[in-house]
């Protein structure tokens, strides 16, 4: 009976980089209605001035008149469903495009902290002497950095002290 393995957590990379696209996603799609809805109110005017401004509208019998505003209605969804169709396959071309740089920026973004994970990987291994010593903007990263940096430096000032502390005794005893 084989034991069943849970999914592994998502990375914070990972996690960014939804963040990003779905940022881009509803921010793209409030774009799309807004320009939808513009487009619409657009064409209603244009609908309305081309069937007054029609040679002797007047004229025409009311039969070729609603014939006329069928038509136009027809070109208008004809119009808006093109646009509509047109911005949603651009939306999600320039969502998976955003997506990947997303999935850049975010690991541009992380790799000092995998600095400081390989760093505290290898001062785990007794080399209390090296530090992160991780240069850039003064940012939360760097913060953490040098609060890692300066607790290593404790670590390091109290073992130092913890061996000469067995060294004197064990000086005095030999002698």
Known sequence: MSIPRRPRPSTIRVRLTMLYAVAFF??????????MLYLAHALDGQLTARIGATERAAELPPQVQQELRV?????RDHVLGAMLTASLVSLG?????????????????????????????????????????????????????????????????????????????????RT
Do not use: C, Y
């Not at 991780?134 to 040098?146: F, S, V, Y």
């Open 26 to 35: 509803v921010a793209g799609a409030v774009l799309v209605a807004l320009m």
């Open 71 to 75: 038509q136009f209605q027809r070109d």
């Open 93 to 173: 071309v320039f969502g998976v495009i955003a997506a990947g740089l997303g999935w850049l920026m975010a690991g541009r973004v992380l790799h000092p902290l995998q600095q400081i994970t390989a760093t505290a990987r290898r001062v785990a291994d007794r080399n209390l002497h090296e530090r992160i010593a991780l240069t850039g903007p003064n940012d939360e990263i760097k913060e953490l950095a040098d609060s890692v940096d300066a607790m290593l430096e404790r670590l390091d000032r109290s073992f130092e002290g913890q061996r000469r502390f067995v060294a004197n005794p064990s000086h005095e005893l």
